[in-house]
């Protein structure tokens, strides 16, 4: 069974502009959450996709965004990029019952600078 | 706010000892309890989940969970040089929700 995948693995961006990153799930696997890693935030939660509606939300401004498809791939945007943008975005997919013991399992994340 | 807490470390024990990973959480009606190793520059792989009070083996790898104390920790087994990595323990909100927290982890270093 494949893993999570994401696109791009590494991004060089200057600040104002914008970036789009795509994660695909585990097969089968309805929910999609985002993640921001940096080494001085730790893994801060930025959003939870399931079937394609935004689910839950973290504490990011409004230039952060997401979206996903209804074969559950999910996308995030980050419009005038700034400087403290630069870390890994992490993406994971779980089934999203919340009735179940779900687990996460993550992509291999997006690296992404901001110059 | 739900808080996880763990000591930022580093840890570091000698190879083939016993490493005690620690966890506290702030919320009684979390449910679901997961370990993930990440290596530097790497994203975090799920090294074990639990959900009731007691001990769940895996290998070299055992979590223990204590709902009452809200503590739940990791022991690694015989450790080797390549268990060093951050330990980062997570926590998923409690029914009807599919909100997972993470701690900021803990660096465990295992010396050769």
């Known amino acids: 069974k494949a893993g999570v995948t994401q696109t791009p693995r590494y991004l060089i961006k200057t600040r104002g502009q914008q970036v789009t990153l795509s994660c695909s799930p585990i097969s089968g696997h309805r929910s999609v959450s985002w993640y921001q890693q940096t080494p001085g935030q730790g893994l801060q939660f930025l959003f939870e996709y399931f079937s394609e509606t935004q689910r839950n939300k973290g504490n990011f401004p409004g230039r952060f965004s997401g979206r996903q498809f209804s074969n559950s791939r999910s996308e995030m945007n980050v419009s005038t990029l700034e400087l403290g943008d630069s870390a890994l975005y992490l993406c994971a997919s779980s089934w999203g019952d919340i009735l179940s013991t779900d687990t996460q399992y993550f992509g291999p994340g997006t690296r992404l600078t901001v110059l | 706010q739900k808080e996880v807490e763990q000591n930022s470390g580093p840890l570091s024990v000698p190879e083939g000892a016993i490493a005690s990973l620690n966890c506290t959480y702030s919320?009684?009606?979390?449910?679901?309890f997961f370990w993930y190793r990440q290596y530097s520059g790497k994203s975090p792989e799920l090294i074990m989940s639990i959900y009731s009070n007691g001990d769940k083996e895996d290998g070299r790898f055992t979590a223990q969970l204590n709902k009452a104390s809200q503590y739940v920790s990791l022991l690694i087994r015989d450790s080797q040089p390549s268990d060093s990595a951050t330990y980062l323990c997570?926590?998923?909100?409690?029914?009807?929700?599919?909100?997972?927290?993470f701690g900021s982890g803990t660096k465990l270093n295992v010396k050769p």
């Open positions: 997570a926590v998923r909100e409690g029914y009807g929700f599919n909100k997972f927290y």
């Open positions: 919320d009684r009606v979390s449910q679901s």
